[in-house]
């Protein structure tokens, strides 16, 4: 039994000429709906270099308590 290799399936989809479908003729498109005011406050630089802050501070403080490398007092 001779099966057809990878390769030999690959250049017979190529070699192919293209059949023309509903996918690539042009459809109309609705107009993308604008973000919302919370989506735009929450993908602002604004906004996630203090989240970030905050989640990587949190993030320090609960693996410390965790393995017990709270910081010494002086």
Do not use: N
């Not at 459809?27 to 905050?54: C, D, K, W, Y």
């Amino acid at each position: 039994m001779d099966r057809e290799s990878a390769y030999e399936r690959l250049t017979a989809l190529t070699a192919r000429p293209a059949e023309p479908t509903a996918r690539q003729e042009p459809a109309t498109r609705a107009p993308a709906e604008e973000p919302s005011l919370v989506e735009q406050v929450v993908s602002s630089g604004m906004f996630r270099s203090p989240a970030r802050s905050v989640g990587t501070r949190l993030g320090r403080e609960i693996t410390r308590s965790l393995f017990g490398t709270a910081r010494r007092r002086r």
